[in-house]
C-alpha cells in the first residue's frame, strides 16, 4: 500500500474514534441564540470545513513567470532591460 493511502487511513480512523468520543450535548452559542448540539456535529463541521478550505487552497494556480521571448535583446546595438545607461547611473550617484 502506499504512504499517501495508508495515512488517509490512519486519519479517518483516529478522526472517528475522537468524533465517537464526543458525542454528548453541549451548549453552542451563535450570536443571538443558544443551540444544544452534540460535539460529534461541532467536529464534523470544523473538519469538513478544514478539508474544503484545503482544496480550495491546493488547488490554486501558481504564478507564471513570463519570458521575453523575442529576439530584441540580442542585436548587439541593444542593451538589456534591466541595465541603466551611463546618464542615469550619474543621476542615481549625485
Same mark, same amino acid.
Given at each position: +500500500?502506499? !504512504?499517501?493511502?495508508?495515512?488517509? =487511513? ?8 475522537? +468524533? +465517537? ?23 464534523? %463541521? !470544523? =473538519?469538513?470545513? %478544514?478539508?474544503?478550505?484545503?482544496? =480550495? +487552497? ?13 529576439? @530584441? ?13 551611463? @546618464?542615469?547611473?550619474?543621476? =542615481?550617484?549625485?
Amino acid at each position: +500500500m502506499k !504512504a499517501k493511502t495508508l495515512f488517509a =487511513i490512519l486519519l479517518t480512523v483516529l478522526i472517528t474514534i475522537v +468524533m +465517537m468520543q464526543n458525542s454528548d450535548e453541549v451548549k453552542f452559542k451563535v450570536l443571538f441564540w443558544d443551540l444544544y448540539l452534540p460535539k460529534l456535529v461541532i467536529l464534523t %463541521g !470544523a =473538519i469538513f470545513i %478544514g478539508v474544503i478550505l484545503g482544496l =480550495i +487552497m491546493a488547488s490554486r494556480p501558481t504564478k507564471t513567470i513570463y519570458t521575453n521571448t523575442n529576439n @530584441e535583446n540580442q542585436n548587439n546595438n541593444q542593451r538589456p532591460f534591466d541595465t541603466l545607461s551611463a @546618464e542615469d547611473r550619474d543621476y =542615481i550617484s549625485e
